[in-house]
């Protein structure tokens, strides 16, 4: 349950954030300014640990062969 909750705010963040990119939102408020940047701080987490897990694969995958 935590993990599927915790999954869907990633989602969520990552739409968010990337809508903010695209569109701008100018019109924003000081709250929604720092839910933006909570959110944007999910997206930068998420995205890192995405990178480092793909790179890990890749490099498992090298040892392996190397065997």
């Known amino acids: 349950m935590k993990s599927?909750?915790?999954n869907l705010?990633?989602?969520i963040s990552w739409i968010v954030?990337?809508?903010?990119?695209?569109?701008?939102f100018p019109m924003?408020?000081?709250?929604?300014r720092a839910i933006t940047g909570?959110?944007?701080i999910f997206f930068s987490c998420s995205l890192l640990f995405l990178l480092i897990k793909i790179l890990d694969k890749k490099r498992q995958?090298?040892?392996?062969?190397?065997?």
């Open 4 to 6: 599927n909750l915790f």
């Open 9 to 11: 705010f990633i989602v």
């Open 17 to 24: 954030c990337l809508g903010h990119i695209i569109i701008g």
């Open 28 to 32: 924003d408020t000081f709250i929604m």
């Open 38 to 40: 909570i959110m944007s």
């Open 61 to 67: 995958k090298k040892m392996v062969v190397n065997e």
